[in-house]
């Protein structure tokens, strides 16, 4: 397993804060070391189970990616940990660095309509729940979403309920949710807490992943796809034979990794040169 938070290189580091009540939310942007001029830009949110993990675990996700391959601006905010603060408080840091995001588009050289939010694991659930809350409230237009093997539902799933894999199985999926909703962890939810309690996915922004077919994630990830095309959204799935959570990061070496990052950039590519391809009929009109 290779850990690698060092900066990365051809990417410029900055950093800021977005204000969210009377909390400070720590945000890291990369941008491309040319500067950046009508970039998508990127809120990437990272995982740890709502739990653990840090800002700087963009410096080995897919958001670089994205900074070094296609000039995009990603924001990675530092959202509230579980063990100190349940939901709602790493939402509301997500949420609050997306408007602060679209609110300083000019200065951040983003393009307005190619606002994208992504992440993965905890990061990927988390990016699922600000992009349902964006709709709902009217208050950014997001292109695109990139929930990478989400964490999404606060009940066992067929693929989660008995899971031994790598890095993440059951007893740390348990545990993650009942640190994050406390004595709600098994009750039906909203879905900003538990995406998977969604009733309606209809506006929602195209889709776009990819899971392990042996890891937690598995099923849930397939069936917010299979509700997103349902409810007329582009969205697509690209599955691997693997039961390590997380593999592209951790494991980069590995032949399936290099494989999910290939795909990764392809369809980025394609949503560049289709605008984004969005959106259902009900969020044209």
Sequence with gaps: MKVNLRKPKNVRITKAQA????????????????????????????????????????????????????????????????????????????????????????????????????????????????????????SAEIACQLPLYPMLDNFDTESSGNNHGKVWNTRRNHFGWRMYLRKNAKKNVTPYASPARQTDYSGLPPCYTFVGDGEPFYAETLTYVENLKKAGVEARCDVYHTDIHAFDMLYPELDVSKQAVEAFRENFAEAMKAGFARRNTDRQT
């Design 19 to 138: 204000l969210c009540g009377g909390h400070r939310v720590p945000l890291l942007i990369l941008s491309p070391d040319n500067g950046a001029k009508d970039a998508p830009g990127v809120l990437w949110i990272h995982g740890g189970g709502t739990v653990t993990g840090m800002k700087e675990m963009a410096y080995m996700s897919r958001a670089v990616d994205l900074v070094r391959d296609f000039g995009a601006v990603a924001v990675s905010p530092g959202y509230r940990l579980a063990w100190l603060h349940p939901f709602p408080a790493a939402l509301d840091d997500c949420y609050t660095a997306l408007l602060w995001m679209a609110e300083n588009c000019g200065s951040l050289g983003i393009c307005p309509d190619r606002l994208i939010v992504g992440g993965e694991s905890a990061g990927g659930g988390l990016a699922a729940a600000v992009c349902m809350r964006a709709r709902d409230e009217k």
